[in-house]
């Protein structure tokens, strides 16, 4: 029998070789877009029936941690992380990569003074003709482009400007004194566009997920907003209540 299986544990079998496999695509062991074995293997491998392996595999699909193409086999999935949230989520993108053992990149698109769009100069009460700081950015998380995130500060925040942009947003501000004490975030689904689809790696059209964010500080005078376009296979909200 397989080392990971013991059959005098309480868990139900199937639950233990789905952990199994769990802490195998963690370890990096199966890379994304691995075949598994067939379940006449699994079986052999594990010493369960083919029942349990399927339950198993089932269970996995279901978590969006396998994928199956009749005829072909069971394929290890592209795989997501997830951001869970409390009434004050504040970490940021590269600390979340770091504690879930993944490595944060960035690459950045560009940055610039410009015109705000509307929902940008609504958030900030600001006058139409006022121009923002905007901070364009792809972020990477174990190379795989995960989203295109786009933050808009006032100019008296151009001191962020002198700051390492390539690592964590949250720590910069930190060094600059304008550390976030709260943070407002708005999801909604989103179609990519030419640009967008480009950038994450997938097709024109796909549905992506999309957030509008805003910063607060002690006094909740809006430090930045911007928003954040994420390829969902990559990247998951999880909510507790």
């Known amino acids: 029998m397989h080392a990971a299986i013991d059959k005098n544990r309480p868990v139900p079998l199937y639950q233990q070789i789905a952990a199994d496999i769990q802490q195998r695509i963690k370890s990096k062991e199966l890379a994304e877009g691995s075949r598994l074995p067939g379940e006449i293997e699994m079986s052999e491998q594990y010493g369960v029936s083919r029942i349990t392996v ?33 009434f004050r989520p504040l970490m940021g993108f590269t600390e979340l990569c770091q504690s879930q053992g993944l490595v944060p990149s960035t690459q950045i698109i560009s940055i610039d003074m410009v015109p705000a769009p509307l929902w940008v100069q609504e958030t900030f009460a600001a006058e139409d003709s006022t121009r923002f700081l905007r901070i364009k950015r792809l972020r990477f998380a174990d190379e795989h482009p995960v989203m295109i995130e786009e933050n808009y500060f006032r100019a008296t925040l151009s001191d962020i400007l002198q700051k390492d942009l ?10 600059i004194n304008a550390f976030p004490s709260s943070w407002l975030r708005r999801l909604d689904i ?4 030419k640009e967008e689809a480009a950038y994450l790696n997938v097709k024109e059209g796909t549905p992506l997920l999309a ?4 910063a607060y500080d002690e006094a909740q005078q809006v430090i ?7 390829n969902p296979k990559r990247y998951k909200f999880t909510f507790h209540f």
Do not use: H, P, W
């Open 54 to 86: 399927r339950k198993a595999l089932a269970f996995l699909m279901e978590n969006g941690q396998v994928v199956t193409q009749r005829g072909i086999g069971t394929f290890i999935a592209e795989q997501s992380f997830e951001r869970s949230y409390t």
């Open 166 to 175: 390539t690592g964590s947003l949250f720590k910069a501000l930190k060094e």
């Open 190 to 193: 989103y179609l990519a566009n």
């Open 211 to 214: 957030s509008k964010d805003i």
């Open 224 to 230: 930045f907003c911007g928003k954040e376009i994420c």
